[in-house]
């Protein structure tokens, strides 16, 4: 949320005083300028948001385990050999790089606006 209203906050109060003069409702700026212009910040905040979400379902699981030791429910009971607890957190480690990219792609196409082509300055 604190992401959001950082977005909404960019917003210059000329291009608004503008707009108005155009005659526009306080909804379509809302829709036209307010919400396209927080994006790149709601996606910002998706992708620190999954790669967080990875790391507490695990601490989570590891805490659990330590605090309450035998038979509980959750992954956090299971007794695993080292290398297939290495294996599930590389696992997990890929699904998260995974998650990302796909919140990467997903925030490239909708705020394709937000990017500056890849030209050189030279033209």
């Given at each position: 949320?604190?992401?959001?209203?950082?977005?909404?906050?960019?917003?210059?109060?000329?291009?608004?005083?503008?707009?108005?003069?155009?005659?526009?409702k306080k909804?379509?700026?809302?829709?036209?300028?307010?919400?396209?212009?927080?994006?790149?910040?709601?996606?910002?905040?998706?992708?620190?948001?999954?790669?967080?979400?990875?790391?507490?379902?695990?601490?989570?699981?590891?805490?659990?385990?330590?605090?309450?030791?035998?038979?509980?429910?959750?992954?956090?009971?299971?007794?695993?050999?080292?290398?297939?607890?290495?294996?599930?957190?590389?696992?997990?480690?890929?699904?998260?790089?995974?998650?990302?990219?796909?919140?990467?792609?997903?925030?490239?196409?909708?705020?394709?606006?937000?990017?500056?082509?890849?030209?050189?300055?030279?033209?």
């Open positions: 949320m604190v992401n959001v209203a950082t977005g909404l906050a960019t917003m210059e109060p000329e291009l608004e005083d503008v707009l108005r003069a155009l005659g526009a909804l379509d700026i809302m829709l036209k300028v307010g919400i396209p212009r927080t994006q790149p910040y709601l996606f910002a905040s998706f992708k620190v948001a999954i790669t967080l979400a990875f790391i507490g379902a695990v601490m989570s699981e590891y805490h659990r385990r330590q605090c309450r030791p035998g038979p509980s429910d959750g992954a956090g009971r299971i007794e695993l050999p080292d290398a297939t607890v290495f294996a599930c957190l590389l696992g997990l480690a890929i699904e998260g790089i995974a998650m990302y990219a796909v919140f990467a792609y997903v925030e490239s196409y909708f705020t394709r606006w937000a990017f500056r082509s890849s030209m050189s300055a030279g033209g």
